[in-house]
């Protein structure tokens, strides 16, 4: 078998190593030829019974990650998905009645198929690689667990936590699924076929029980669920109401959700986002690809730049944090130590981790160490003249970005007197949580710079999207008419909660008041107000913004905006109540000025294609992915 993507190796113990290790990927993945593949093993197996059968991956940093998603987007018939459910049944089976102990050893992604597989085997064992991952995440593709997951996890570890991992279909560390008895051992990358070769004496786990019944169990998840998506994610009902019900249930049930438009719209995003984060950008001729950057300057330790700056350090790049004053900086620098402290209290990092990341960044009120760096990207207030007069100041000789959110660059490129070197590099607030980073292209930016913009994005594990430089770019262009609209609906005496509560329904994960208050009124003002400008009236800016902004209100974190702030709670302000207006009306306004900008942008050649746009849309806005992306929706409901 070698050159396959599956060899089976016997030792002189006599037990069976089957080593997924597919020479023509970077991953291990479930594709029809793999599973077929697995299927002549197990038979080899069956009829030649080793002393004990280890399952284990060839490719360090990764075990299985899942089925193919390609093959899946292909898949339109519930009958075939059925029955490609009921043969992962028939497959997975052989290894749970193989009649010999078997093990997974887990070492970086153990995911979905994967995951089903680890399942299928008498006991796990799983390093503690900070790769490891180990989970169900089908839900987030809009089908649910097809190969047995559904029924094989509620009966490892009980129904309760189970679905606390389908349901959202989460992923856990290595730690967390000892915890929840998902493994039975952690171990050093190192020891781990040891550790495999000693679990094989290791018992079967008994089912950790739980006080709740059943269907109490499966009632209040479903509650929740319904509260979170409001019905618009059939995938997590659908496998709470089949979790421990039978294999036959799943199979149906996958048929289902695989032909509902939501999958195949989840699916559609889940490639989108491959595909942008693998964005190559051609250099010139004979132009070798420079080495990954590896210290960046920031300018600015106000809210963005302390983002930038953290989220550089945090994939470990040295960092120069400049502001004008001590003050400003000590504050960038209390920033950055408060994301980093969530991410050891969210246990998303260690103590350590978090420690290295923190001193990477260093903090100066000068330009001491801004000369070596191969980056330098300004993060000062959205004003033209504070902007310019910053960047004027600079020594350093690397490329310039900018992360302005909508003035364009050739209005900053002049200053650098270096425009060919000059780029956007817009993130989004917060810049640990925001996925999309816009890469603004001026007229005389060269394309060595664009190209290095978007490696440097990518090795941020950002999704980069290469726009033109046009007033608002792609995301503020389109957004701020949906905000405009939104302040216009109120000031004609709209309620703000129909307002804001239509537009949830519609699937955003908040309504466009409550937004402008998060991004904070200030920001949205400067924005509409350059966006206004710009355009000539075309775009006016809503008065009740105005109105709030002239009164000082700042939104979220001033206390007081559209919204009343105590604590992470909001209330409506008083004065927005109003009347009554039909949830749909206000989603066909909203969406409708949106649409029409978005059509605006692709025809003036901002960015190249359509898929542009939903990418930039659906992660840098947070535009419902279960309808696919703005241009999307609008094509299926007949509005573009």
Request: charged share 25%.
């Amino acid at each position: 078998m070698s050159g396959e993507a599956i060899r089976l190796e016997r030792d002189a113990a006599g037990i069976a190593w089957v080593v997924f290790d597919d020479p023509s990927a970077k991953v291990n993945i479930f594709t029809a030829g793999t599973v077929a593949l697995l299927d002549r093993i197990l038979d080899e197996l069956i009829g030649n019974k080793p002393a004990g059968v280890i399952f284990i991956s060839g490719k360090p940093n990764a075990f299985i990650a899942g089925a193919d998603i390609h093959e899946i987007a292909k898949i339109r018939d519930a009958a075939y998905a059925t029955e490609l459910s009921r043969s992962g049944h028939r497959l997975f089976a052989k290894i749970e009645n193989l009649g010999v102990p078997t093990v997974a050893a887990i070492d970086g992604a153990c995911l979905g198929g994967g995951c089903e597989m680890a399942l299928a085997c008498r006991s796990r064992v799983a390093t503690d690689n900070p790769k490891t991952e180990i989970g169900l995440p089908e839900t987030q593709l809009g089908i649910i667990p097809g190969w047995g997951g559904t029924q094989r996890l509620p009966a490892l570890i009980g129904l309760r936590a189970a679905l606390e991992i389908i349901v959202p279909g989460k992923t856990l560390d290595a730690k967390r699924a000892l915890k929840v008895g998902l493994v039975d051992a952690v171990v050093p990358v190192l020891a781990l076929r040891a550790a495999a070769v000693k679990a094989l004496g290791i018992e079967r786990r008994r089912v950790r029980s739980s006080w709740w019944p059943d269907f109490i169990i499966q009632t209040i998840s479903q509650r929740r669920s319904l509260a979170q998506t409001h019905g618009q994610y059939p995938a997590p009902l659908k496998a709470i109401e089949v979790a421990g019900r039978g294999y036959d249930a799943e199979a149906r049930a996958v048929g289902e959700m695989v032909a509902t438009p939501v999958s195949q719209n989840l699916i559609r995003v889940y490639l989108l986002r491959e595909k942008y984060s693998k964005l190559q950008i051609e250099r010139a001729a004979r132009r070798e690809p420079r080495p990954p950057i590896r210290k960046v300057g920031v300018l600015g330790a106000g809210v963005m730049g302390a983002g930038i700056a953290q989220w550089c350090s945090a994939c470990g790049l040295m960092v120069r944090l400049r502001d004008i004053q001590p003050e400003f900086v000590a504050a960038g620098m209390q920033r950055i130590a408060a994301i980093y402290r969530e991410g050891v209290q969210r246990q998303r990092l260690t103590e350590l981790t978090a420690q290295q990341g923190l001193a990477r960044v260093h903090p100066t009120t000068d330009f001491s160490g801004f000369q070596d760096c191969e980056l330098v990207i300004e993060a000062v207030v959205e004003k033209l003249e504070v902007k310019r007069a910053a960047l004027a100041e600079l020594p350093a000789r690397g490329i310039i970005a900018s992360n302005t959110s909508a003035i364009p660059i050739g209005d900053l490129a002049s200053v650098t007197g270096r425009p060919e070197q000059f780029i956007g590099i817009h993130f989004f607030n917060p810049v640990h949580q925001m996925p999309l980073v816009e890469i603004v292209r001026g007229e005389q930016t060269a394309d060595e710079t664009v190209a290095v913009a978007v490696e440097f994005a990518k090795q941020l594990k950002k999704i980069p999207v290469v726009v033109k430089s046009a007033p608002g770019f792609v995301v503020n262009r389109i957004l701020l008419p949906y905000l405009n609209e939104a302040g216009k609906l109120l000031g004609e005496g709209i309620d703000l909660a129909y307002i804001d509560n239509a537009m949830v329904l519609f699937g955003w994960p908040m309504g466009p008041l409550r937004l402008i208050d998060e991004v904070g009124i200030d920001v949205a003002f400067a924005v509409a107000r350059e966006l206004a400008e710009a355009f000539h009236g075309r775009m006016p800016v809503a008065p009740i913004l105005e109105q709030l902004h002239n009164a000082g209100l700042k939104g979220r974190k001033g206390g007081r905006g559209f919204y009343a702030y105590a604590g992470k709670k909001e209330q409506p302000e008083p004065q927005f109540k109003g009347r009554a207006m039909d949830a749909n009306a206000i989603q066909d306004r909203l969406m409708g000025v949106m649409v029409a900008e978005a059509k605006e942008v692709l025809r003036a050649g901002i960015v190249a294609s359509e898929d542009d746009i939903d990418v930039a849309m659906i992660f840098g806005t947070g535009f419902p992915p279960f309808r696919g992306g703005l241009v999307k929706w609008a094509r299926d409901t007949g509005v573009w």
